[in-house]
């Protein structure tokens, strides 16, 4: 039984693991730890998903930015022949 959670953590406590507030204050603590642990991992795993989408992109921006860097810079030094010349 879990004793010492405010009503607004138990709210959103039955909410993310889907379960009827009565229930869950009547759920043994190590069952509703096992839940969290669950529920946790889940949202680690999830960020870890979004993180790697992200890098990914990221990699590619900096790619795609080195490519121009680098024809800018060929394109200045043609400019500078010319003006050589």
Do not use: C, F, W, Y
């Amino acid at each position: 039984m879990l004793k010492q959670l405010s009503p607004e953590t138990a709210i959103k406590l039955a909410k993310e693991l889907g379960i009827p507030i009565e229930q869950l204050v009547h759920t043994p603590r190590h069952i509703v730890l096992a839940k969290l642990a669950e529920l946790a991992k889940r949202q680690t795993d999830e960020a870890d998903q979004e993180n790697t989408g992200k890098s990914d992109q990221e990699q590619a921006n900096k790619a795609g930015q080195e490519q121009t860097d680098e024809a800018d810079r060929k394109q200045a030094g043609d400019t500078s022949k010319k003006e050589s010349e």
